[in-house]
């Protein structure tokens, strides 16, 4: 059994074909998949296909990119939603400095209120990093995230950091990068950190993994990801997708 521990079945990309792809997932033994809403409409969409189905989990929060529009009242909204039983994350927050649409600025004071929105609702943080490494930790650490910890989600940072993340109470989560032939970074933490500290994931729609780059990406391929992984450390991938599953049922506390 395989989760995908962070996917965007509420993307426009699946509007044609969603079940099939739902379908594919399955198949491919993925039994368990989170959907993570960023801002009101996907948040929304998590939500409906979260009660829908009982396999999938919904993760709402605010993403760094589209900060100067999160309001008061959205956050509110966030905090209200984080209560239903299938609600088992805030994010995706963080910061984006690869974008220039929210300045550096606003974009920090929505992630802190998310850290402690987190810490007031008690569930994990799932965190996006894009060329901002230095202040997501720093923040972290300021808004003392270790008490709720999280996930860092689609990690491309170095050896070094992710121990920094996992000394703070957060997984480190692979996704389709991790398979591409010229992925020093994220093929080294595969390597090197413990199994116990990591999770699988695909980012579908996005960041398909080899040979599928380019591509839509879909949950089935989490498959692909463990492969990678299982191939990295010497091990079985039944031993990836144990492993794996069971530190997701912890981070999300999923029964």
Known sequence: MFIDTHVH???????EDLN?????????????MIVVGFDRPTISKAMELAERHSFIYAVVG???????DCEDKDLEWIESLASH??????????????W??????????VFRKQIRLAKRVNLPI?????DATADVVRILREESAETTGGIMHCYGGSVETAQECINMNFMISLGGPVTFKNAKMPKQVATEISLDNLLIETDAPFLAPHPYRGKRNEPSWVVLVAEEIAKLKGISIEEVAQRTTEN???????K
Do not use: C
């Open 85 to 98: 039983p299938k609600v088992v994350g805030i994010g995706e927050t963080g910061l984006d400095y690869h």
């Open 126 to 130: 799932i965190i996006h990093n894009r």
């Open 248 to 254: 997701a049922l912890k981070v999300f506390s999923i």
């Open 20 to 32: 099939d792809v739902i379908e594919r997932a399955l198949a491919a033994k993925v039994e368990k």
């Open 62 to 68: 605010w993403h760094p990119v589209d900060a100067i």
């Open 9 to 15: 079945l509420n993307a426009e990309q699946y509007e």
């Open 100 to 109: 220039d649409k929210s300045p550096k600025d606003v974009q920090q004071d």
